[in-house]
């Protein structure tokens, strides 16, 4: 069973602060250019303690927290809610509207009951995201979860919800909307953990972020001693729960971009890939059409101003498996980085040489670079997610990019 429940969120007193100027995305996609714009906007911005620097980094965050709780900036609410976050956004003249919850899970073990990871974690920002849990006890960042309600019961409780005076607002720096409702009613909140009890939860994103909540839970109940039967804080972590059939939840592609030497024979690699691939040279106004029809099994070499149409051929996508025959990332790692390339597990998941871009604009700007060669993916199907959850089988990394992405900052769970 899962367990849902509200909590009494620290959120930024907004007498004190413009919430615009202190919210941000999430630690793992703030380079260091966008962190020092991020404070330029405001010394309190939520990113001085999610990505907090120096020697002594882990601890300054803490101490920084202390202190802008105690200056007000930070406030608790008084009550145990669920917060409505909603986010309005636009994309090819469309705008889109997601909304889900926030509030606190159970932890649980990946794939044991009812929460399904889809990605594989990495020792390295799992001890981070550690350290910084353990110096400040609290949840900054809630992970990205996807529960399924064909029929919109939930819908109906942020509905009603919705009629009151939201909490709070902002637009974010991709120009998308945020905002924030307190579900503070004791019926209403019943109804949300009743709904919860029997669903599954898939992990969109926070992986790295769920699997250190269980590092730490296991760390202090270690340090504390405590009895299996009590129940506390650091059991449950923070989530944003969204309804896989959400109209306003997309997933955009993740595209590889692959450092190469200056004596890359393009010719030789393209005769290569003809021994996996059915290979043909498509015009630039032709590469949305080509992977829209059987994309999962497609890919696209861009090379220089060259573009040219990948389709795996049947006597290799047969010799895959069945769910991976979906999963166009796993298509391009094993087939063309490992097989044609020659890259190593451990290189790929260093992204040793491997550049992960959302457009071609990102792609050019490393051309400007170094010198490179990239595959344009489509974006993975909601439902691959799933079977690929339950099968108990992981992705390669960045398959999928949840837009929009949740911002840090909206509310905070502390331990």
Known sequence: ??????????????????????????????????REKLLTKSPYNIVKLILPEGDDRYEKAAKEYKTWKEEGILVKDQVPAFYIYEQEYEYEGTTYVRTGFIGLLKLEELGKG???????????????RFNLMKACRTNFSQIFGLYMDKENKLERVFSSVKKDMAVSSAVDIYGVKNTLWTVDDEELK??????????????????????????????MRELNGDDPEDTKPYDYVMMMFVNFYDEGLKIFPTHRVIRIDENFDETAF???????????????????????????KKIIWKHKDKYYGLTVLDNVFEKLHPIYRKVNTYILQEIVLKEIMGFEEEKILRKDGIYFVQSED?????AKKYSVTSFLLKGIDIEIIRDISESGLVMPQKSTYFYPKLQTGLVINEL
């Open 190 to 219: 019943e109804k949300i953990e009743k709904f919860m009890i029997d669903k599954a939860v898939y992990i969109a994103d926070g992986h790295h972020r769920y699997e250190t909540a269980l590092n730490f839970k296991k760390y």
């Open 114 to 128: 009812k929460v399904f990871p889809h990605e594989k974690t990495l020792s390295g920002p799992k001890e981070d």
């Open 362 to 366: 990102e792609i050019e700007k490393l």
């Open 1 to 34: 069973m899962v367990y849902v429940k509200p909590f009494k969120g620290v959120r930024y007193n907004l007498e004190k602060s413009l919430l615009k100027n202190v919210i941000a995305p999430p630690y793992d996609v703030i380079s260091g250019e966008m």
């Open 270 to 296: 393209l005769e290569k890939l003809k021994g996996y691939f059915n290979v043909k040279e498509i015009a630039f106004d032709e590469k949305d059409v080509f992977l829209k029809e059987d994309g999962d």
